[in-house]
């Protein structure tokens, strides 16, 4: 790999948010695609927080502050993506549930969506069913997220999955959900399309459903 991407992949994996936004803009300065840019570097080093995550040598701290520097090159690469015409890996409309104000585990599914290429449309907290709907209206996302950390909330998600029926799109967007009180039982129960117990899963989860 072009050492300049070796470098971004390497800041975004240390956290290191100076080193990512200089070695970007080094980047483009030297006419590297900005697909590239976002593929072989930014997605491929979000993936691999992700897989050590998972097998517990990185803890939310460190995807957090990853995260941040993935963040920051994104910021400064996505007029270019949008010049080069570099389509996003799907769309997602993503919110806590009504009556719940939890945003951590929200944000960090967020964030590491975004990191594996989707476009967010992040509906904050106390998400009516409405707002859900009316995101996913005129097929502008491909998935619904939805994420309760309250027993007391959850029920929130299958009022959602009711609402989306009734306005007629539920058979246009995959509809995922999870968070603490959350299991595969209950996502059957309700009808949703899948279920993640934590931030990469459910990375590995939409890539899942759009392919």
């Known amino acids: 790999m072009n050492p ?3 470098a971004i992949h390497e800041g975004i994996m240390d956290g290191d948010r100076d080193l990512v936004v200089e070695n970007v803009q080094a980047a483009l300065a030297e006419g590297t695609a900005p697909g590239d840019i976002l593929n072989d570097a930014m997605i491929a080093a979000m993936g691999e927080v992700g ?12 995807m957090l502050i990853a995260a941040r ?13 949008a010049e080069a ?20 585990g929200k944000n960090l599914v967020s964030i590491m969506l975004e990191g594996a290429g989707f476009e967010i449309q992040d509906l904050g907290v106390d998400v009516a069913p409405e707002a859900f ?9 491909d998935i619904i997220a939805m994420s309760a950390l309250l027993t007391t909330t959850m029920t929130n998600m299958k009022e959602t999955v009711t ?8 058979d246009k967007v995959k509809v995922i959900i999870g ?4 299991t595969q039982a209950y996502a059957d129960q309700i009808g949703a399309d899948g279920y993640a117990p934590d931030a ?12």
């Not at 609402?163 to 539920?170: F, I, S, T």
């Open 85 to 104: 015409d570099v389509k996003p890996a799907g769309k997602v409309a993503i919110g806590t549930v009504k009556g719940d104000l939890h945003d951590i």
């Open 179 to 182: 968070g603490a009180p959350i």
């Open 133 to 141: 709907t009316e995101a996913a209206k005129g097929g502008a996302v």
């Open 51 to 62: 897989q050590l995550f998972e097998e517990g040598e990185y803890f939310v701290p460190e």
């Open 200 to 211: 990469s899963r459910a990375v590995a989860l939409a890539k899942s459903l759009i392919a």
């Open 4 to 6: 300049v991407l070796t």
């Open 69 to 81: 520097a993935m963040k920051a090159g994104l910021e400064l690469l996505r007029p270019y993506l």
């Open 163 to 170: 609402a989306l029926e009734r306005a007629g799109v539920r």
